[in-house]
């Protein structure tokens, strides 16, 4: 059983271009979730896709958007980059299904992007 | 709203020894669930056990057991006969039945094992 992948796995921008990062969910898996954890922190919560739908966003502006596909692979993509952005973005997948409130997340090794 | 608190930035334990991490939470959902993790210098979040607000007993998984405590609100981490490769940064999260079903994190405790 494949674990949930992220590329790539190191990123440096300067202030104002944009970024894609990929995610690839664990088998089975339908619904993933992306996190900014900055140094020292805990992670954040971005935002979820479930079945290619955004279902449900953390307080984190709309230059951070994001996509999911039909074999629920993920992109996360920030537009004019920030020095603020610079952190670890981690991908999560989980088998979630309509009616069950928590599921266990697993995590992808994550991309540690630098703003310059 | 929903939090985690973890309040012991560091801590430390000898080799062989157990060592308790604590973790306490806050929500009024009756439907949540409460994670571990643990995160080495590698950056991936590495799951370690789950309990369930309706669960009745304590969870365990090998080496790790969750001390969960409902009227107090806590889930206590405990680890037996700790390992060198226990060092890390482990982070307490809960989950809510709000329908965005997210993770909530507390800002993590750094253990380092002692040989």
């Known amino acids: 059983e494949t674990g949930v992948t992220q590329s790539p796995t190191h990123l440096i921008k300067t202030r104002g271009q944009q970024v894609t990062l990929r995610c690839s969910s664990q088998s089975g898996h339908n619904t993933v979730s992306w996190y900014q954890q900055a140094l020292g922190q805990g992670p954040q919560f971005i935002f979820q896709y479930y079945r290619e739908e955004e279902n449900g966003r953390g307080n984190f502006p709309p230059r951070f958007s994001g996509l999911q596909f039909p074999n629920y692979s993920s992109e996360l993509n920030v537009n004019a980059l920030e020095l603020d952005d610079s952190a670890l973005y981690l991908c999560a997948s989980s088998p979630k299904g309509r009616g069950r409130a928590v599921y266990t997340q697993y995590f992808g090794p994550g991309t540690r992007l630098t703003v310059l | 709203a929903q939090k985690i608190t973890q309040t012991q930035p560091g801590m430390f334990v000898q080799e062989k020894e157990a060592v308790t991490l604590d973790c306490t939470y806050d929500?009024?959902?009756?439907?949540?669930?409460l994670f571990w993790y643990k995160q080495p210098s590698s950056g991936e979040m590495i799951f370690l056990i789950y309990?369930?607000?309706?669960?009745?007993q304590n969870a365990t998984e090998g080496r790790y057991s969750l001390n969960f405590q409902k009227a107090r609100k806590s889930a206590n981490l405990v680890i037996s006969a700790s390992q060198l490769g226990d060092s890390a940064m482990y982070f307490c999260?809960?989950?809510?039945?709000?329908?965005?079903?997210?993770?909530?994190f507390g800002t993590g405790t750094r253990l380092k094992v002692l040989a």
């Open positions: 929500t009024s959902d009756p439907s949540y669930g």
């Open positions: 309990q369930g607000s309706y669960d009745q």
């Open positions: 999260a809960m989950s809510v039945d709000s329908g965005t079903y997210k993770y909530i």
